[in-house]
């Protein structure tokens, strides 16, 4: 062990063999250092762990290439694009919502230039970062005012803060849920000052519950969308239009924690379960709480919908900074809801809704494309297959969206290798492994991406 200790050389020595300054040249000294000096460490610490395999020839090209590729590797941006093609729409851990060009452009103006984010432009005085938007959101939803923060769950917690603290909320035992992430409803209200009171049991709730629990400490009743889970069977809840009279009668504000927050009627597409915010106020509810990179299609975001006295309330909150939205976010969600205004059609100009309501041939044509592109190649096995794509994001978990996969099996490779070779290839290809085959769902994939996935695709079977 301490002879192969010795026998690793110096980063300073290593620098001057003619095959690595070939890699200073065609990278930096300082980044050759860096990898060269974590490599020595790394070789240091297998030998004192007995996990030696003998030293490599540092002065090979063959070394000098592994450098370089490292160092390349290390260039790549860490958070980089993926193709989607899992089958689901908002994947949450693959960034949600991808952003129309309109609001990528609108970012890209925003994040070059100075703007006037808080500066009114007609006066001259000092304006509001939460003006910009507003009106567009009374508009689409029909509130009387509205406010943006950082995400839903600073919604929520801003909204609950604001009206509730320091006294009861009033929830339903079956809409106490947890989103992920670990936000769970109960914790956020005890957060957020309030005392949770609940009511009814996990599969039902009547509004006499709610009734019977409402007392002079109680200031909200809450309802949250079940995003991520359904209970069926016996079950029972309150209609909104009964909970908001109950809530008017006996002076409190009903507040719902929408979650994904639609603002335009998808029961043409199958997708009945979620309501649109606009029915939501309509049915009396006090503030309404939903994400811009959900079912919206915008950047991350929370907005809060509903009764201009409890917003105006809400923007004096001290807190309010800690939870405000960045520029670029807005911009990005300004540009979005413009897609939802006459002349635009926002299931064509915004990528969720397109791809939500995109016809299942149209998704199959794309399948036979990309699978006419890696037929062949490498002794692949490649089909077009039926399959079930879904929103996501916590919406219409049961629901499914006929979709196109192209299922391909290589030979001398397991489905488990050739997702892990899509994984990690360039650009990373996220899919799904369905009975022992791995699958391209083309309901999530862009047109532009076929040749992206076809050359990965080749790089890995020309192996
Ligand atoms: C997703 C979700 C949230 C959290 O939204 P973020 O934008 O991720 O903060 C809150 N409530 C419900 C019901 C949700 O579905």
Redesign the pocket.
């Known amino acids: 062990m301490n002879s192969q200790l010795r026998q690793l050389p110096q980063v300073e020595t290593l620098l001057h063999s003619p095959a690595i300054a070939k890699v200073i040249d065609a990278s930096s000294r300082q980044e050759v250092a860096d990898v060269l000096r974590a490599a020595l460490a790394q070789l240091r610490a297998d030998i004192q762990a007995g996990r030696g395999a003998g030293l490599p020839d540092f002065t090979s090209a063959a070394f000098a290439q592994g450098l370089l590729a490292e160092i390349l590797n290390a260039r790549a941006p860490n958070l980089r694009a993926v193709v989607n093609a899992t089958g689901i729409i908002i994947h949450t851990n693959l960034g949600r919502a991808r952003l129309a060009p309109e609001a990528l452009a609108a970012m890209q103006d925003v994040g070059a230039h100075p703007s006037n984010l808080e500066l009114n432009l007609t006066t001259g005085k000092r304006g509001s970062r939460y003006d910009h938007a507003e009106a567009l959101i009374c508009e689409l939803t029909g509130a009387d005012a509205a406010l943006i923060v950082n ?6 917690v801003l909204g609950l803060m604001g009206t509730a603290m320091g006294r009861k909320v009033i929830a339903s035992r079956g809409e106490l ?1 947890e ?3 670990s ?1 769970r409803l109960p914790d956020v209200i005890a957060q957020s000052g309030a005392v949770l009171k609940e009511v009814g049991a996990t599969n039902k709730t009547r509004l006499g519950d709610y009734a019977d629990a409402i007392d002079d400490d109680v200031a909200v009743l809450l309802k ?5 889970f359904r209970i069926i069977g016996f079950t029972a809840a309150p209609a909104r239009e009964d909970l908001a009279k109950l809530a008017k009668d006996r002076d409190l504000i009903l507040i719902e ?4 927050g639609v603002l335009i009627d998808l029961s043409p597409f199958g997708l009945s379960d979620e309501p649109v915010v606009a029915d939501i106020l309509k049915a009396g509810v006090d503030l309404v ?1 939903f ?4 079912l919206l299609g915008g950047p ?3 907005i809060i919908a509903g009764r201009a006295d409890i917003i105006a309330q809400l923007r004096a909150h001290p807190l309010l900074r800690a939870l405000r939205i960045d520029k670029l976010s807005l911009a990005a969600l300004e540009a979005t809801l413009r897609l939802y205004r006459a002349p635009n059609d926002p299931l064509t100009r915004i990528p969720v809704l397109r791809m939500l309501s995109e016809p299942a041939p149209a998704v199959q044509a794309r399948a036979d494309l990309l699978a006419g592109l890696l037929r062949g190649q490498g002794g692949a096995e490649v089909s077009v297959v039926p399959s079930a794509a879904y929103v996501g ?3 219409m978990p049961q629901q499914d969206l006929a979709s196109f996969s192209v299922s391909v099996m290589v030979p001398d490779l397991s489905a488990d290798d050739l997702a892990t070779a899509l994984r990690v290839a360039t650009p990373p290809i996220i899919g799904r492994i369905h009975q022992g085959r791995m699958q391209l769902d083309m309901r999530t994939v862009a047109d532009d991406e076929l040749p992206l996935i076809a050359a990965a695709f080749n790089a890995i079977t020309a192996r």
Not at 257 to 260: F, H, K, N, W
């Open positions: 995400n839903c769950a600073a919604a929520v849920i989103i992920g992430g936000f949250s969308h079940t995003s991520n924690d929408l979650g994904s709480m994400s811009g990179d959900k991350q975001a929370g994001g916590g919406a």
